[in-house]
């Protein structure tokens, strides 16, 4: 049995203070959820405050990003050692908007999913098909593509570590949640690539998680799948009760 894994991704909101109150107020709301492993991935700079608040609760605190290299001149960048030395756990790796935005590749996800698991953090790699990828009906293509460039070259002790959110792009921010089936069909096809990589058991043991305008209203009739291991969460996370009757699906 797969232990799921709810994720909230902050993303670009919040302010620590801020930050430390939502883990304060969302605590006691998850404290009985013993079902699932709870996330959250906050801003570089509010993730001591977050890993404050979280303390003593079973909220487990993660990044959004990392640079591959330990330490060196890349101004701006923040490596997993750095991130492993402030108590992060977690880490998300290749998110769309980073590749969107900021040029990631499948090629830089591969360096900093090593990385992140060289520094004993746990990888949340992202993968999924744009829109009108989706519409050529070239979703089975792009996911292999970023599963072969992103996951295939780590050995199979790294990646019993990983953890992988399906993210379709049409899906982030925009209120269109795959259906159940359609993420489920994603998730299968995820799966068939571990084992044909690194076998049955691999793939047996994965998570993979859903993300995409995941809501308390969704959540059900997703996790119903039991393809769906999870979800990495965006919006409905950021408000505690929202993100709690997510957890408490
Ligand atoms: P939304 O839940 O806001 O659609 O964001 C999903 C996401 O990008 C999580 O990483």
């Given at each position: 049995m797969r232990k799921p894994v709810m994720a909230g991704n902050w993303k670009m909101y919040k302010t620590a203070a801020q930050t430390g109150a939502a883990i304060g107020a969302l605590a006691p709301l998850v404290a009985g959820a013993s079902h699932v492993d709870v996330v959250v991935c906050a801003p570089f700079v509010n993730l001591p405050a977050a890993v404050e608040a979280a303390r003593g609760t079973n909220i487990e605190i993660g990044g959004q990003d990392l640079f591959w290299l330990k330490e060196g001149a890349y101004t701006g960048e923040v490596s997993a050692p750095m991130l492993k030395a402030v108590e992060c756990r977690w880490v998300i790796i290749g998110h769309s908007e980073r590749r969107q935005y900021?040029?990631?590749?499948d090629e830089t996800a591969a360096k900093k999913t090593v990385a992140a698991l060289d520094a004993g953090l746990k990888p949340i790699v992202c993968v999924g098909e744009r829109l009108e990828q989706r519409e050529a009906g070239s979703t089975d293509a792009v996911l292999a593509m970023q599963f072969a460039g992103g996951l295939a070259g780590l050995t199979a002790d790294q990646f019993a570590q990983v953890t992988i959110a399906y993210e379709p792009v049409w899906a982030i921010g925009t209120g269109k949640t795959a259906t159940p089936e359609i993420a489920a069909e994603a998730h299968r096809f995820l799966r068939s690539q571990i084992r044909g990589k690194f076998g049955d058991a691999a793939a047996e043991a994965c998570r993979i998680l859903y993300g995409g305008s995941v809501k308390p209203e969704n959540i059900q009739a997703l996790m119903a799948q039991p393809e769906l291991d999870g979800a990495l969460v965006?919006?409905?996370?950021?408000?505690p009760p929202s993100f709690a009757s997510i957890v408490n699906f």
């Open positions: 900021f040029g990631e590749t965006g919006g409905a996370s950021l408000d």
